[in-house]
T-cell receptor, first 113, second 111 residues
Framework: SAVISQKPSRDICQRGTSLTIQCQVDSQVTMMFWYRQQPGQSLTLIATANQGSEATYESGFVIDKFPISRPNLTFSTLTVSNMSPEDSSIYLC??????????FGPGTRLTVL | EDKVVQSPLSLVVHEGDTVTLNCSYEVTNFRSLLWYKQEKKAPTFLFMLTSSGIEKKSGRLSSILDKKELFSILNITATQTGDSAIYLCAVDTGTASKLTFGTGTRLQVTL
């Protein structure tokens, strides 16, 4: 299985600021994804991080709010821009590995005041 | 719209009990169904099911898929307090490997 790390593990931010979350996989993977889990809810896909091209966003999520980078096959970043308290969530990256299994990083717990 | 529904939403059992968690789905394309255990933040992969009727087993946990009736079950036998978690079911619709998640079942195992 792939080992995925995320930084930071948690943060408390002020309204209007931005936070960049990093995701590192210990092996090259074809696809990486970013999910959000709001309090008491299940996981919702934000976007697919494409290597070498713009991310593919799901309905309700836009690049200006959640810019994503994926410079290579093992690393991706998600930025939460101009944050508001509604952005308080757990943000998770995942990687699509061999045999179609998806593994998740440890998550970033974001609180916006 | 793709939909994954889990039941029950929550469950409290005594240690040693056997539990069955349900997951039904309605999706336009189906590639696989995955079960995860979420204790704190990160979902931990449990099983991936692609074929009907073939049971996957890992210790006290097992799961099976019925592609005709569009559901899966996750069984946990001889439950322990360490099994307390949210169990998530997700379907890979084969569209760029995106997962559609159910709402989860919160399991609490008491002494």
């Amino acid at each position: 299985s792939a080992v995925i790390s995320q930084k930071p593990s948690r943060d408390i931010c002020q309204r209007g600021t931005s936070l960049t979350i990093q995701c590192q996989v210990d092996s090259q993977v074809t696809m990486m994804f970013w999910y959000r889990q709001q309090p008491g809810q299940s996981l919702t896909l934000i976007a697919t991080a494409n290597q070498g091209s713009e991310a593919t966003y799901e309905s309700g999520f836009v690049i200006d709010k959640f810019p994503i980078s994926r410079p290579n096959l093992t690393f991706s970043t998600l930025t939460v821009s101009n944050m508001s308290p509604e952005d308080s969530s757990i943000y998770l990256c995942s990687a699509f590995h061999l045999y179609n299994e998806q593994f998740f990083g440890p998550g970033t717990r974001l609180t916006v005041l | 719209e793709d939909k994954v529904v889990q039941s029950p939403l929550s469950l409290v059992v005594h240690e040693g009990d056997t539990v069955t968690l349900n997951c039904s789905y309605e999706v336009t394309n189906f590639r696989s169904l995955l079960w995860y255990k979420q204790e704190k933040k990160a979902p931990t992969f449990l099983f991936m099911l692609t074929s009907s009727g073939i049971e996957k087993k890992s210790g006290r946990l097992s799961s099976i898929l019925d592609k005709k009736e569009l559901f899966s079950i996750l069984n946990i036998t001889a439950t322990q307090t360490g099994d307390s978690a949210i169990y998530l079911c997700a379907v890979d619709t084969g569209t760029a490997s995106k997962l559609t998640f159910g709402t989860g079942t919160r399991l609490q195992v008491t002494l």
